[in-house]
């Protein structure tokens, strides 16, 4: 099993920045990709950005490239993920994921991931 807990929601300003993480915890040597997705209220939960452990390819929707960033830390066995020029339709919970499996696709959804986090909530005001 793997464990993963997010931080660093909150409310920020538009325009502002934000730093979330996601720190991994068990069999993380059984990970191959990571993710974030939000979801929020009265909506589906969507992709937001992967990362391949093997390779370190990242792959992000058209709504967050160019202002956001993901990366990990291997070594704390943590992921980030890197918000600027935030939007108040950015305004969702943020949920970190993790999958045993090296996918090469460039088309990620939730049901490719195995464990998820309980979110964190991020909230741009206007």
């Known amino acids: 099993q793997v464990q993963l807990v997010e931080s660093g929601g909150r409310l920020v300003q538009a325009g502002g920045s934000l730093r979330l993480s996601c720190a991994a915890s068990?069999?993380?040597?059984?990970?191959?990709?990571m993710g974030w997705f939000r979801q929020a209220p009265g909506k589906e939960r969507e992709f937001v950005a992967a990362i391949s452990l093997s390779g370190g390819s990242t792959k992000y929707a058209d709504s967050v490239q160019g202002r956001f960033t993901i990366s990990g830390d291997n070594a704390k066995k943590t992921l980030y993920l890197q918000m600027n020029s935030l939007k108040p339709e950015d305004t969702a919970a943020y949920y970190c994921?993790?999958?045993?499996?090296?996918?090469?696709?460039?088309?990620?959804?939730?049901?490719?991931?195995?464990?998820w986090g309980q979110g964190t909530q991020v909230t741009v005001s206007s």
């Open positions: 068990g069999r993380t040597f059984s990970i191959n990709t």
């Open positions: 994921a993790a999958s045993p499996i090296h996918y090469t696709t460039t088309y990620y959804s939730a049901r490719m991931f195995a464990y």
